[in-house]
């Protein structure tokens, strides 16, 4: 085992001022895996924005070794410094907890990279649900035929439907249940990423398949440029159109459309139970990059 001096471990908030922020922007960037790596620029008007939330500096004595963000009783985006040894982490944890429980005395929540997953389990925390960053390197995809399905690029005249085929696509699945999506959220959720929330929404990647003869949405596919690469931030088929075959049309026209645009790569985001849409993706090509999971621990 690792010995250290004993060290005092504690919590800062970031200032708002604009040259602190962009330092925590820069550091997360650097040490927290899951982070996307967006715009600077963008990602100091995010936090700019973001009152309610908590952007802490991770403090040894007063130097800087991590960065984590707190709200409403949940801790998430922890980065650490390479340098951190791993029995320093129980320790600042502990006192990520001791500042998180502040918000909340019935419960304390994280989302975290799977190299946090058995500290935490350590301390009694339970896995909620877990998330998979998955990437494909267009070198090694293999496409489908799209027959003679209808696929247009996204236009603000298909909003409300496109809306409404998502609310469909997702009524009672994993994704409901964990609020990652729903009813309550949809318009707003939908205008998020039409507003560039992640990453510059591109209309010509994000398509819509229409019933023949028609103006009838029956799936959507709603991407983004994050990264510097094509990012799906949501796809889905109307329940009735399900088990089709449509879904893996509808992204291979997606990745078609990519490729055409010159890009060699595409990532996605898929809740772990979501066993339909892992299978899917991993038959065209998509390959795991890491693991977040939610954990919650009851007082």
């Known amino acids: 085992m690792v010995s250290i001096q004993k060290s005092t471990y504690s919590l800062e908030m970031i200032s708002g001022k604009k040259d602190q922020i962009k330092e925590f922007v820069l550091a997360s960037f650097k040490w927290v895996k899951e982070i996307e790596r967006r715009d600077v620029e963008q990602e100091i008007n995010r936090i700019k924005g973001n009152y309610h939330i908590d952007h802490c500096w991770i403090l040894r004595n007063s130097e800087k070794i991590g960065v984590v963000?707190?709200?409403?009783?949940?801790?998430?985006?922890?980065?650490?410094?390479?340098?951190?040894?791993?029995?320093?982490?129980?320790?600042?944890?502990?006192?990520?907890?001791?500042?998180?429980?502040?918000?909340?005395?019935?419960?304390?929540?994280?989302?975290?990279?799977?190299?946090?997953?058995?500290?935490?389990?350590?301390?009694?925390?339970m896995i909620d649900y877990s998330r998979k960053k998955l990437l494909i390197k267009f070198a090694d995809f293999s496409p489908v035929p799209i027959d003679e399905t209808i696929i247009v690029d996204y236009s603000k005249i298909h909003f409300h439907q496109v809306v409404n085929t998502f609310i469909d696509a997702y009524r009672g699945s994993i994704d409901e249940k964990i609020g990652m999506f729903g009813p309550n959220i949809a318009r707003s959720a939908i205008e998020s990423i039409i507003n560039g929330n992640f990453g510059k929404f591109i209309p010509e990647l994000s398509g819509v398949i229409l019933e023949k003869d028609t103006n009838y949405v029956q799936g959507a596919v709603m991407c983004t440029i994050s990264e510097n690469i094509p990012f799906v931030v949501i796809i889905g088929l109307r329940s009735l159109y399900k088990n089709q075959g449509l879904g893996r049309k509808l992204l291979t026209w997606c990745i078609l459309r990519s490729i055409q645009k010159g890009y060699e790569e595409m990532s996605l985001w898929v809740t772990t139970e979501n066993n339909n849409a892992l299978h899917l993706y991993k038959s065209l090509g998509f390959t795991e990059v890491l693991t977040i999971f939610k954990m919650q621990k009851n007082f």
């Open 69 to 125: 963000r707190i709200v409403r009783g949940l801790f998430y985006a922890l980065g650490l410094d390479d340098a951190v040894s791993p029995v320093e982490i129980p320790k600042i944890l502990d006192e990520i907890c001791l500042d998180t429980s502040s918000w909340n005395f019935n419960k304390l929540e994280a989302t975290i990279h799977q190299d946090f997953l058995h500290f935490l389990i350590e301390k009694e925390f």
